[in-house]
T-cell receptor, first 120, second 114 residues
């Protein structure tokens, strides 16, 4: 009964290859995210989808293409892998943000275990 | 631009000692604030969050954090650290109306001496 799962956990590949990372959440959340954690452990948002619609694209190279076949899945496809793509990629999800008087509340994000990508 | 600063890259405390991890943010309005913990090889787990109201918030595992608007800070505290608290701690801000993204600090690695 894993909440947010990612496959594979480890991915080792050669430069120039194309690879995909899959993410699934069984929490019934509407919004899903991809984050990249670099070698210095710095976490940065890459993409966000809400109900299969792209809502955040943080100046990520277009070699990275997220795909959301349904709101429970957000996959990340990477073309022409480069050395600098080596990192840990985290998927996350969050429930719908509810409105409150004076502003919206902000739901926390639930993270998957991460996929460690190594490009040789 | 919004940003989060965690001034301490690495902190070592003795088991049973108190802990305070610092977090400062830069944001034009009242932010939504979070602390996450990442154990080695694991994903991130939410410790606590601040949206509004009482500026002292309680979280899981005996952690608490205090929001101080005047200092733009959201420091994490624990009165007595356990060896299992050794991990990486991330402070994050969630800008309002920016699609739900979180902006993270660079993290503080906590080591616990027996």
């Amino acid at each position: 009964d894993t909440a947010v799962s990612q496959t594979p956990k480890y991915l080792v590949t050669q430069m120039g290859n194309d690879k995909s990372i899959k993410c699934e959440q069984n929490l019934g959340h509407d919004t899903m995210y991809w984050y990249k954690q670099d070698s210095k452990k710095f976490l940065k948002i890459m993409f966000s989808y809400n109900n299969k619609e792209l809502i955040i694209n943080e100046t990520v190279p277009n070699r990275f293409s997220p795909k959301s076949p349904d709101k429970a899945h957000l996959n990340l496809h990477i073309n022409s892998l480069e050395l600098g793509d080596s990192a840990v990629y985290f998927c996350a999800s969050s429930p719908p943000r509810l409105g409150l008087a004076g502003g919206g509340t902000y739901n926390e994000q639930f993270f998957g275990p991460g996929t460690r990508l190594t490009v040789l | 631009a919004q940003s989060v600063t965690q001034p301490d890259i690495h902190i070592t405390v003795s088991e049973g000692a108190s802990l305070e991890l610092r977090c400062n943010y830069s944001y034009g309005a009242t932010p939504y604030l979070f602390w996450y913990v990442q154990s080695p090889g694991q994903g991130l787990q939410l410790l606590l969050k601040y949206f509004s109201g009482d500026t002292l918030v309680q979280g899981i595992k005996g952690f608490e954090a205090e929001f101080k608007r005047s200092q733009s800070s959201f420091n994490l505290r624990k009165p007595s650290v356990h060896w299992s608290d050794a991990a990486e701690y991330f402070c994050a801000v969630g800008p309002y109306n920016q699609g739900g993204k979180l902006i993270f600090g660079q993290g503080t690695e906590l080591s616990v001496k027996p």
